[in-house]
């Protein structure tokens, strides 16, 4: 059983085009979070979700738009596309208290050419 | 706005050598946590420090808590190759802030 999953595992796409990442987690967290990496490896928070409410909203474009139905799932979609948006996201997933470690998806390699 | 930095951003070691990460915060942490993301892989947590000065250990990794809270180390004893990835400390500046900043990352390497 994956506990935070994520659809697509790679994603290629051209430059200008709308996409989404899809993410679930079945550990009964109520906290979840995007985050990107790039190819230096370093890890940025992007946002984050308690109970379908957002509670971190980083620098980040605003054709970054995060979506959370329900405590288990939180989407991402990404308007016009940008060379530049090319990184691994991970959707993660915590509670509140007291430890909040972190529980990661397997990640989402976004390519735009 | 807070910043993490970790040194060395890479550290080849031969297997059975020693190896240490050093974490330093800009801000006064309240935890911090340790992370390992093996390559390919995405980031695992390891462990959670609280308290000044705090030690904690997990079999050959050894985790440390600055005096000031603004600084934490990770050493590992005789390396061996499933100890590759890159390994992340990453700090919460205020006890009920959800926003877990990351550091850069030592990526380690062991030469078998």
């Known amino acids: 059983d994956t506990a935070v999953s994520q659809t697509p595992k790679y994603l290629v796409t051209q430059m200008g085009n709308d996409k989404s990442i899809k993410c679930e987690q079945n550990l009964g967290h109520d906290t979840m979070y995007w985050y990107k990496q790039d190819s230096k490896k370093f890890l940025k928070i992007m946002f984050s979700?308690?109970?379908?409410?957002?509670?971190i909203n980083e620098t980040v474009p605003n054709r970054f738009s995060p979506k959370s139905p329900d405590k288990a799932h939180l989407n991402l979609h990404i308007n016009s596309l940008e060379l530049g948006d090319s990184a691994v996201y991970f959707c993660a997933s915590s509670t509140r208290a007291p430890q909040r470690e972190q529980y990661f998806g397997p990640g989402t390699r976004l390519t735009v050419t | 706005g807070q910043q993490v930095m970790q040194i060395p951003q890479y550290q080849h070691v031969q297997e059975g050598e020693d190896f240490t990460t050093y974490c330093n915060s800009s801000t006064t942490l309240s935890n911090i946590q340790w992370y390992k993301q093996r390559p390919g892989g995405h980031p695992v947590f390891l462990i959670q420090l609280v308290k000044s000065g705090e030690v904690k250990k997990q079999k050959r990794l050894t985790f440390q808590f600055g005096e000031a809270k603004k600084n934490s180390s990770l050493h590992i004893t005789a390396t061996q190759t499933t100890d590759v990835g890159t390994y992340f400390c990453a700090g919460r500046s205020n006890f009920g802030n959800e926003k877990l900043t990351f550091g850069t990352g030592t990526r380690l390497t062991i030469i078998p």
């Open positions: 979700y308690n109970n379908k409410e957002l509670i």
